[in-house]
């Protein structure tokens, strides 16, 4: 059984929903948490930067106010993703503003740093860090991180090659603290199956998408909608970090998507003004075949809450 830090315990469902580059904002975060998921949204969504503390303002203050109401049934906690790498600027205000408001779960994404996650320590605060391989789960808990994020194989955005099974049974030879799996999962299902090979959370994205409160475009949802895993292509050409897309918006934006040239990795650029990623090329991952529908967060969850159920009554058959 792993150990799981107080913002992680006892959590209503073991579902993390991916904090979505420019598509989560306060709206899908509030309504992930009170359908009982961790809700969660990358700090740099909040532009310009002074937004943060008005959003952060408005998901606790919020959620405090839903758990006044509904004592017997609390929210899910929220977390933020801070991008730390040295080409976010932002990282110390949003650190700053994530501090004030003593955000519960941290997500940190392409670099670990001490600092980083000694500040998220300094109220009580969880860090899980993004990692595609075992040689970099074991420098992020070398650096203070409580617990990974599993990035496998077929998940959305920046994605390993990794196929789940080698790399949850791996990162379990050394490590028995939280454990998130990203890949593919869409599904109760598939929730339930990232438990059973050692994973103590699913950790779901491109299915949040095509819900009504993501700040994404119809046709982006659409697209999700109506993909199915042939859609979705692999590449780092857009920001320099190889990633899942939909072939959809790749061809829309003049390209093809079966012959797209290698990306320089040392130009990264990670949502820029100049960079056509998330905003036009669309991030996503493989599990999408599963979603046939757009519809609310609660509704989406109320589903997944029975698949989960559903698939744990089928073993215990």
């Not at 303002?57 to 758990?67: F, M, S």
């Not at 791996?170 to 454990?179: A, K, M, N, S, V």
């Amino acid at each position: 059984m792993s150990r799981l830090p107080g913002a992680l315990n006892k959590l209503p469902l073991p579902i993390i929903g991916s904090p979505l580059f420019i598509i989560s904002n306060p709206k899908l975060v509030i309504e992930q948490c009170k359908a009982g998921v961790v809700g969660a949204m990358p700090a740099l969504n909040a532009r310009p930067a002074a937004q943060l503390d008005d959003w952060l303002a408005e998901i606790t203050e919020t959620l405090a106010a839903y758990n006044l109401a509904h004592p017997d049934q609390p929210a899910a906690p929220f977390a933020i993703n801070q991008i730390v790498h040295k080409s976010n600027d932002r990282l110390e205000h949003d650190m700053a503003m994530c501090v004030k408001y003593k955000v519960p779960i941290y997500i940190t994404s392409l670099g670990a740093r001490e600092d980083i996650n000694a500040a998220a320590h300094s109220y009580g605060g969880v860090v899980l860090h993004d990692i595609i391989n075992n040689k970099f789960a074991h420098k992020a808990i070398e650096k203070g991180a409580d617990g990974l994020v599993a990035v496998a194989a077929g998940a959305g955005g920046h994605a390993g090659v990794k196929s789940p099974f080698a790399l949850i049974q791996e990162i379990r030879q050394w490590f028995d603290g939280p454990i998130a799996l990203s890949g593919a999962i869409s599904t109760g299902g598939a929730v339930l199956a990232a438990q059973a090979m050692g994973a103590d959370f699913a950790y779901i994205g491109s299915a949040f998408i095509a819900t009504y409160e993501a700040r994404a475009a119809d046709a982006y949802k659409q697209a999700i909608v109506e993909g199915s895993s042939d859609d979705i292509v692999y590449s780092n050409l857009f920001t320099g970090v190889h990633g899942n897309y939909l072939a959809p918006s790749i061809r829309a934006a003049g390209l093809d998507p079966a012959n797209l040239p290698e990306s320089d990795p040392s130009q990264m650029n990670f949502g820029g003004d100049k960079s056509k990623a998330w905003k036009d090329i669309w991030g996503c991952g493989q599990g999408i075949g599963s979603i046939g529908k757009v519809q609310s967060t609660a509704d989406f969850v109320a589903q997944l809450k029975r698949e989960y159920q559903e698939a744990r009554e089928r073993l215990a058959l």
